[in-house]
């Protein structure tokens, strides 16, 4: 097994339609900045509630990625 060594960052995604979605919305935008990201964790949920209905969803992430190899 080959060793392995990680950043970790945490990021905020958002989605006014569900969970999954504002997980899916961090892993792209992470995706679009980043490489290697190996694995996420969800450390936090949050909504937003306006007049009894839930608004928005806020799901706080803890994401790896490896490190590029040194040259």
């Known amino acids: 097994m080959s060793e392995h060594s990680y950043r970790v960052i945490e990021l905020v995604g958002s989605s006014p339609d569900s969970i999954d979605e504002a997980i899916r919305t961090a892993i792209r935008r992470a995706s679009a900045t980043l490489h290697n990201l190996r ?33």
């Open 39 to 71: 694995w996420f964790e969800v450390v936090e949920t949050r909504g937003h509630v306006e007049d009894g209905e839930i608004k928005h969803f806020q799901v706080t992430l803890r994401m790896g990625f490896t490190l590029d190899a040194p040259a």
